[in-house]
């Protein structure tokens, strides 16, 4: 076969009538081999608007074909046995079209400037290509590798090794010999990360494929990342009391993990000199603080009698650790206790009841702990109260000025003079000692009719309750409901309410409002100082936009800027009352 070969920079119109290029056309004449065209230089065609330079034999390109004018047609196909990987160039109008025959495409060949009309396209890929599949972050015991390999022109893919490189070294170590791919090249083998050769800490991964062409084409994947952790984690349980204990149990101990991390924490639960374990709540896989892990178990499922606890650590590689069990007295039947329902928000000093009885021993206790939500830290909320109020009636008054303001969990723990205990279930409140905020917008300085007045409202922690408008006469000590108190606000943090004017005699008057919070705290807008029509004073900084739709008359001013203010002062024009 006779093979033209293009190095450099083929002119079309530089040959135009020549011996081989005659009319446009690249044809073969005579008989004999097929000829074909290698370019792997420039192909440069500039066969005019309207014409078309046609190629009849063999094409690949391995260079840059540049058609300018015209349109190229490879009426011939590809050479066989070669992938064409070149740029295929179009300016202008120019292009360049597959007309016949079939062509072996490199994979990342652009044919956006191509047009393929009654060719057949084949894509290959060059060379021999493969990759690891990803591991887990952290990986422990047998580990499968696996990967998967694809052959090129050079031939297909025979073979992989598979090799291995410890944190802090430079030298890649065979993991797994000759490895013979499956049917759709895939590979794998089996690391033994516990085997003794591998510390932990981080490692990568990768493979060398190996072609069966001679000589053989070798590539070597990407490389993949993963920590080896074979070591368990340390845990343990923290023994609740000797005594005997009812109603809701916080249990809590600790967990750690140098290598992978602690993933979670798990309590377990059998009767004493039983092996059936079972899980006494959920795992947990968050710390109450930094190492510490708790929950809480409701003894209430199990029958009184003994019982042993332990923990079942495991890390994110998935080692586990059993801790030494410890020992557990439920009580049921003896001792109980309630805590009356407490409001959601509360605030100040709030008085709580409930309740304590047994069905043997005395009562000797009753008190109300606390613990700031998500912990296992219960203090006292109140003093311990050692005689009822009433009958099995105990109450006590929270001070929650001592707490910081923020959501709690809250139960009753009744003690009975032989010192068993019954802890009743934990209920959610939230304290807020801290007043909400507010101001008033700025008035113009006479109104009559119906008036929208405006304000802001807000609360962190608890959240608003109420927006109530006041008035009184000017210099007043009487105030007076405005109109309706508002619970919800017009939108975001504003709050209005419509002012009747029309019952109020002509004159100047104050205005202000009482925000209340959802715990009952409160907060006025003090007296302002505005007068007639000169602008208000500055307040405490602060500003509200409105789109113009949502003022209404009562943001007039400028830019709709409703300034923090505290009350204000308006007048009544004598003319239109």
């Not at 993963?226 to 349980?237: E, Y």
């Not at 925000?515 to 807008?525: F, K, L, P, R």
């Amino acid at each position: 076969m006779r093979s033209w070969i293009n190095a450099g920079t083929f002119n079309e119109d530089t040959y135009d009538n020549g011996p081989c290029w005659e009319n446009h056309a690249i044809e073969r004449h005579g008989s004999g081999l097929a000829p074909e065209i290698v370019n792997t230089g420039v192909f440069d065609v500039d066969a005019g608007t309207g014409h078309a330079a046609e190629v009849t034999v063999a094409f690949d390109n391995e260079g840059t074909v540049d058609v300018q004018s015209g349109t190229l047609r490879l009426d011939g196909g590809g050479v066989p046995e070669r992938a064409a990987y070149g740029s295929w160039q179009a300016e202008g109008e120019g292009s360049t079209v597959l007309a016949g025959g079939t062509f072996d495409l490199a994979v990342e060949t652009d044919l956006s400037s191509v047009r393929i009309e009654g060719a057949h396209v084949d894509w290959v890929t060059r060379s021999l290509t493969g990759s690891l599949s990803g591991l887990p972050p952290y990986v422990s015991g047998s580990v499968p590798v696996a990967g998967s390999g694809e052959g090129g022109q050079a031939g297909p893919f025979a073979s992989a090794t598979i090799e291995v490189l410890s944190g802090g070294s430079e030298t890649w170590e065979t993991l797994c010999g000759s490895l013979s791919p499956g049917l759709g090249g895939e590979f794998e083998c089996l690391w033994a990360t516990a085997g003794g050769s591998y510390t932990d800490g981080h490692y990568k991964l990768r493979a060398k494929l190996s072609s069966g062409s001679s000589p053989p084409e070798t590539v070597t994947t990407p490389s993949i990342s993963t920590l080896v952790d074979n070591t368990a984690p340390a845990g343990s349980v923290t023994a609740p009391p000797a005594h005997g204990i009812g109603g809701s149990l916080t249990v809590s101990g600790g967990a750690s993990d140098s290598g992978s991390g602690v993933d979670a924490w798990q309590l377990q639960i059998a009767p004493e000199g039983s092996s059936e374990w079972t899980n006494a709540c959920a795992a947990q896989t968050s710390p109450l603080s930094e190492s510490e892990y708790g929950c809480v178990v409701d003894t209430t499922k199990y029958a009184d009698g003994s019982y042993r606890l332990r923990t079942s650590v495991s890390d994110r590689a998935g080692n586990t650790h059993l801790s030494s069990p410890v020992s557990l007295s439920v009580e049921n039947k003896g001792v109980s206790g309630t805590l009356a329902t407490v409001p959601p928000f509360i605030a100040k000093t709030v008085e709580v009841e409930g309740t304590a009885t047994t069905e043997g021993a005395a009562v000797a206790s009753w008190v109300v702990q606390s613990a700031p939500s998500g912990t296992a830290s219960w203090t006292n909320a109140c003093p311990t109260q050692s005689v009822p109020k009433s009958g099995s009636t105990y109450s006590c008054e929270i001070d929650t000025t001592t707490l910081a303001d923020g959501i709690y969990e809250m139960h009753v723990l009744v003690t009975d003079v032989e010192g068993d205990t019954y802890t009743s279930t934990p209920v959610a409140v939230t304290v807020d000692n801290t007043a909400p905020t507010g101001f008033i917008a700025p008035l113009p300085a006479s109104i009559s009719g119906s008036y929208a007045v405006v304000g802001n409202a807000e609360d962190a922690t608890a959240g608003v309750a109420s927006w109530t408008l006041q008035v009184t006469s000017k210099g007043g000590e009487s105030w007076e409901q405005a109109c309706t108190p508002q619970s919800l606000p017009l939108f975001g943090d504003l709050y209005a309410c419509d002012l009747e004017t029309g019952g109020l005699e002509n004159g100047e008057y104050e205005l202000r409002a009482v925000i209340v919070d959802s715990a009952e705290n409160s907060y006025t807008t003090a007296p302002g100082l505005r007068r007639g029509r000169q602008r208000g004073p500055r307040c405490d900084g602060g500003a509200i936009h409105l789109r113009s739709r949502d003022r209404g008359e009562h943001a007039r001013g400028e830019h709709g800027k409703l300034e923090r203010c505290g009350a204000h002062r308006l007048r009544l024009p004598v003319a239109t009352l």
